[in-house]
T-cell receptor, first 112, second 114 residues
Framework: AQSVTQLGSHVSVSEGALVLLRCNYS??????LFWYVQYPNQGLQLLLK??????LVKGINGFEAEFKKSETSFHLTKPSAHMSDAAEYFC??????????FGKGTRLHILP | GAVVSQHPSRVICKSGTSVKIECRSL??????MFWYRQFPKQSLMLMAT?????????EQGVEKDKFLINHASLTLSTLTVTSAHPEDSSFYIC??????????FGPGTRLTVT
């Protein structure tokens, strides 16, 4: 069965600084991996996804993530944080069967 | 534009009553929809998979008689919380699978049971 671990329930970065949100996964088959963002009282919006093509995936709003099979990781990064990036971020894994398993989420705080 | 809609966005009901939440796929037909539940400051937990024209598949620990799911058409799935209690208060989110197992999520429904 697949699982996702997000390191750090809260991450704070200064505006303009690098954003790094960590995600490690476990899967018995080559997985699909996702990052979603959730703003307060809203549904989830897909930032990016890995589906076995390029290991470096670029998403919306300047975010990108790199799939590293040897490390079973799919960390999310953004070179320069913006105040509007403050939100909850969820890493998720799918074993290609429609079912998605979410991590516990990381709340990103942006410091002025 | 939005791919998935939910109605209502917020609902308050009294303990013991039932509440119906609708999830609509706006731009395409969806044979499968998913229902999630999210407690405050927690992750999404899959409750059930809604299958058009057949019975829903419930995750372990989810009471199928309490959370009734009806997927009567390719664009509509409903979740009915029966005999709601305060502990059912939560954020309920539906989703639809599109393409490479990518899910589009509805905006969610905030249920408060008093």
């Amino acid at each position: 069965a697949q699982s996702v671990t997000q390191l750090g329930s809260h991450v704070s970065v200064s505006e303009g600084a690098l954003v790094l949100l960590r995600c490690n996964y476990s899967s018995s088959v080559p997985p699909y991996l996702f990052w979603y963002v959730q703003y307060p009282n809203q549904g989830l919006q897909l930032l990016l996804k890995y589906t076995s093509a390029a290991t470096l995936v670029k998403g919306i709003n300047g975010f990108e993530a790199e799939f590293k099979k040897s490390e079973t990781s799919f960390h999310l990064t953004k070179p320069s944080a913006h105040m509007s990036d403050a939100a909850e971020y969820f890493c998720a894994v799918s074993e290609r069967d429609d079912k998605i398993i979410f991590g516990k989420g990381t709340r990103l705080h942006i410091l002025p | 534009g939005a791919v998935v809609s939910q109605h209502p966005s917020r609902v308050i009901c009294k303990s013991g009553t039932s509440v119906k939440i609708e999830c609509r796929s706006l731009d395409f037909q969806a044979t499968t929809m998913f229902w999630y539940r999210q407690f405050p400051k927690q992750s999404l937990m899959l409750m059930a998979t809604s299958n058009e024209g057949s019975k829903a598949t419930y995750e372990q620990g989810v009471e199928k008689d309490k959370f009734l799911i009806n997927h009567a058409s390719l664009t509509l799935s409903t979740l009915t919380v029966t005999s709601a209690h305060p502990e059912d208060s939560s954020f309920y989110i539906c989703s639809v699978t599109v393409g490479d197992y990518e899910q589009y999520f509805g905006p969610g429904t905030r249920l408060t049971v008093t």
